[in-house]
C-alpha cells in the first residue's frame, strides 16, 4: 500500500503551446494540495422511456489545481515566471540575480506529478492562475501555486530527474528588519501573505481540452498581520492625516503610501546558522511601489487584554512607469530555460 | 559613460527602428509572446540589447532599460553606441525681420513675461 507522503511536483517552461517541454527543471516535494486531470460530464436531457435519464457525456476534459510547495531558493523562480510572464537574469556567476515582471502574457507550463509511487502524470500547455506566497511567524514560506491546463496525459514511470530540490526554504525571520512600508522595517508583522491573481482562464475551441489559456486583469494583494503600536495608519486610512485635528470627517481620499522605497518592499534572506546573510546570496526581494491599502481590520477592543492587532489589506495598481510587483531572486540558478 | 565600439552594421532590430538599450553585459530578458512561444532576448558584451518586435520593445520598457542613442563616428565608417546620453537640447533658432532696434525692443519685452 502506498505511502502518501510518496510524491513530488516537477515544472518546466514550454518554448511554445502545444509542445511539451520535453525534461523537468525543478522537482519539489508537495506540501498540500494537489494538480488533476478534471472532466465534465453533461447530462443528455432527452426523453425516455421512463423517468430515468437518458444518458451523459464527456464535456469537457481538462487539468486543473492548486499544488502547495515549499518557497526555496532555486524553483521558487519557476513559479514567479509563470505567474508574472517576463524574466530578467544579470550576473556572470553564483549569485544570479533574476527580476521578474509582470508582462501581458503568461508562459505556458509543463507540469508532472508522482503521487504515492503508483500514478505518474504530465500537465502540457498549462498556465499559472495565481500565486499565493505565504510567509508566517514559526513557519516556512510556501508557494500555492493554482494551475490550469488544457489536457493531462498518463506517464509509465516517474519523472527522476532532476534531483528534487530539498534543503531549507525560505522562512519567516528571513524577513528581519526587511519588511518595509513607506521605507519603513515593520518588526512586528508576524505575517505577510502576498497573491497574485492573474485571471488566466480556458477559451473553449474545438477539441476536448480548449483552444488555448488567456491572462485576464491581474490582481496583487498583500495582507499582514501586526501590532497596532499608534492610530497613525488608522487615522491616516479614515481621517486622511496621521493627526487630524479634534471632529475631523472622513476622507475621501485613497490611502496611498510613500516612502522610500515607495509601498512594500519585503526582503527575505537566507542567514547562516549565526544569523549572517550566506554568501553566495540567496534572497527574495518583493516590490510593489504603488500601494493603497484597502482595509485594515482589528481596531477593536478584547476581553483578554492582548495587544492590538491589524490585519492589514494592502492592494498593488499599476505605477506610473514599470511593473506593479518585481520579483527579485539571487540564487545558485544561472537560467530558467524554455524548452 | 560607458561608450562602446561596436559593429559597422547597425543591429537588426535597429533598422526595423526599434531603439537599442542598456542592459548589463551578458544579461538576458524573456517572456511568452501573445501567441505562446518563448522569446529570449539577449545583451551583448557592451550590455547593448536589441528589440526586434514590439513585444520586445515593450517588455525592454518595462524592464526600464534605458535608450541607446548611436552616432556615427567622422571616421572610418564605425559605428559608435554611446549608452544612456540623452540627445542634446538644441535650442531653436530665434529668426527676426526689421531693424536691429526693433529686435531689441522685442527681446526686452520677452525678458518680462511670466
Known sequence: ?339 | MAETTGPAERPEGAEAGYTLRRGEPSASYGYAAADGTYREIAADDAGVVTPETPEDEAILNAFGLDQVREVRTPSGGTTTRKIADPEPVVPAPITTEGPADDQAATEGAAQEGD
Request: aromatic share 6%; charged share 15%.
Open chain 1, 1 to 339: 500500500m502506498p505511502a502518501g507522503n510518496i510524491g513530488d511536483l516537477a515544472v518546466a517552461i514550454q518554448a511554445a503551446k502545444g509542445t511539451p517541454a520535453p525534461a523537468a527543471l525543478f522537482r519539489v516535494p508537495i506540501t498540500g494540495g494537489g494538480l488533476n486531470p478534471t472532466r465534465e460530464v453533461t447530462a443528455l436531457e432527452g426523453s425516455t422511456a421512463n423517468r430515468v435519464r437518458m444518458g451523459a457525456f464527456v464535456a469537457r476534459a481538462r487539468a486543473e489545481g492548486s499544488p502547495t510547495i515549499y518557497a526555496m531558493p532555486d524553483s521558487l523562480g519557476a513559479f514567479l515566471f509563470a505567474a508574472l510572464g517576463a524574466k530578467a537574469v544579470t550576473g556572470a556567476a553564483d549569485p544570479y540575480e533574476h527580476t521578474f515582471t509582470l508582462a501581458p502574457s503568461q508562459p505556458y507550463m509543463t507540469f508532472w506529478r508522482n503521487v504515492g509511487g503508483i500514478q505518474f502524470e504530465r500537465f502540457p500547455d498549462c498556465k499559472v492562475s495565481q500565486l499565493v506566497l505565504r510567509s508566517a511567524e514559526g513557519a516556512a514560506m510556501t508557494a500555492e501555486i493554482g494551475i490550469i491546463g488544457l489536457r493531462a496525459q498518463n506517464l509509465v514511470a516517474a519523472v527522476g530527474t532532476p534531483a528534487l530540490e530539498v534543503g531549507i526554504p525560505f522562512v519567516h525571520y528571513d524577513a528581519e528588519q526587511q519588511l518595509l512600508v513607506e521605507g519603513t522595517p515593520v518588526a512586528s508583522m508576524s505575517s505577510v501573505t502576498t497573491t497574485i491573481t492573474t485571471g488566466a482562464t480556458v477559451i473553449p475551441g474545438d477539441n476536448l481540452g480548449g483552444y488555448a489559456i488567456a491572462e485576464g486583469m491581474v490582481g496583487i494583494r498583500f495582507e499582514t498581520s501586526q501590532l497596532i503600536e499608534d492610530g497613525a495608519l488608522w487615522r491616516r486610512l479614515h481621517y486622511g492625516s496621521a493627526t487630524p485635528g479634534d471632529e475631523a470627517a472622513q476622507t475621501r481620499g485613497l490611502l496611498e503610501l510613500g516612502g522610500a522605497p515607495a509601498g512594500l518592499s519585503l526582503k527575505w534572506t537566507k542567514r547562516n546558522n549565526a544569523g549572517v546573510a550566506v554568501t553566495p546570496e540567496r534572497s527574495l526581494e518583493i516590490n510593489a511601489p504603488r500601494i493603497v491599502i484597502a482595509n485594515i481590520a482589528g481596531m477593536e477592543t478584547n476581553n483578554n487584554g492582548e495587544p492590538l492587532r491589524a490585519t492589514v489589506t494592502y492592494d498593488a495598481y499599476q505605477p506610473g512607469s514599470g511593473s506593479a510587483l518585481t520579483a527579485i531572486l539571487r540564487n545558485a540558478v544561472a537560467t530558467y530555460p524554455a524548452t
